[in-house]
């Protein structure tokens, strides 16, 4: 995959970074690509204040109030306001989200929205030679052990797609 100019990240992927180490947010942004974060996404997320996300290149978006009332008047029963919101934003400005929630990925799929699992932005990172294998391992495993929506077997997918073994 080439170079991702603009991304939207949703709440998961954006904790489960924080969590793991919140360096990597930096290092997305110098190397993948802008993150931005809308308002009411990063509402959701404890570990980053606006200071820190300011200081991690994290640009937090402040929907249009226009955009925030089509996307709370839509319907789509699988997502919530946030998912409806980060799929609504991609879509108008033509950026990737970053989302490990599928029925987001499977919305954003079904309206040809360009879409990242958060291990595919580690492995951006490796690509890019800004983080090395071993330590997109080290990251990969620290994400699985604290979100239990990431097993075994796609910690195996992604560190095999690294060319390394758990």
Known sequence: MGVVRFLIVDACVLIDFAKA?????????????EVHVATPV????????ATM???LGIKV??????????????KDGRLSFQDRLCLAIAKAEGWTCVSNDKQLRAACERSKVPVLWG????ALLVEARALSTADARGIAK???????RIGRAVLARFL????LKE
């Open 21 to 33: 180490d919140p360096a990597i947010i930096t290092l997305v942004s110098r190397h993948v690509g």
């Open 42 to 49: 990063f509402e959701e997320v404890d570990d980053i204040d």
């Open 53 to 55: 996300a300011a200081s």
């Open 61 to 74: 978006y402040e929907p249009s109030l226009e955009l925030a009332s089509s996307v709370a008047t839509s």
């Open 119 to 122: 291990l595919q932005v580690l």
């Open 142 to 148: 620290s994400i699985a052990a604290t979100n239990k």
């Open 160 to 163: 095999t797609g690294l060319g």
